[in-house]
């Protein structure tokens, strides 16, 4: 004589925590992806703010000498 | 007459199975948590950028006008 009811709530309550579990699988899955274009995002922008930096630091070169000859009246 | 060994193994499964959707929600939390310290990395790099290009535009603006001036011989 088996407790069917039991059994069945059993199953169901698994099924449903099989069903939530892969649910929760899905939504790591897309904030991996999320992170991983974040990551690319920020390595991008790093590299932009190194290239301005240098064009600043060439200007600055630029600006300096253009001041050091004016004093020197040429 | 129960069938214990089948009811404790739906159990065991369950718990298992809530064990597990509980660690997912743990590594769900800090991906969350992840997300948003790069969002804010983002945000930051953006502004800095743009910091950075107004820096370049007002020493490009001062090298054409050293540039006019030496034109003009002053």
Do not use: F, P
Request: hydrophobic residues 35%; charged residues 35%; positive net charge.
């Amino acid at each position: 004589c088996l407790d069917h009811s039991y059994s069945l709530s059993s199953t169901t309550t698994s099924e449903e925590l099989l069903r939530k579990l892969n649910e929760q699988k899905d939504i790591i899955a897309l904030m991996d992806v999320k992170i991983k274009e974040m990551k690319g995002t920020i390595r991008q922008l790093k590299v932009n703010e190194a290239i301005l930096r240098e064009e600043l630091r060439n200007k600055e070169k630029l600006l300096s000498m253009s001041v050091i000859r004016k004093k020197h009246g040429m």
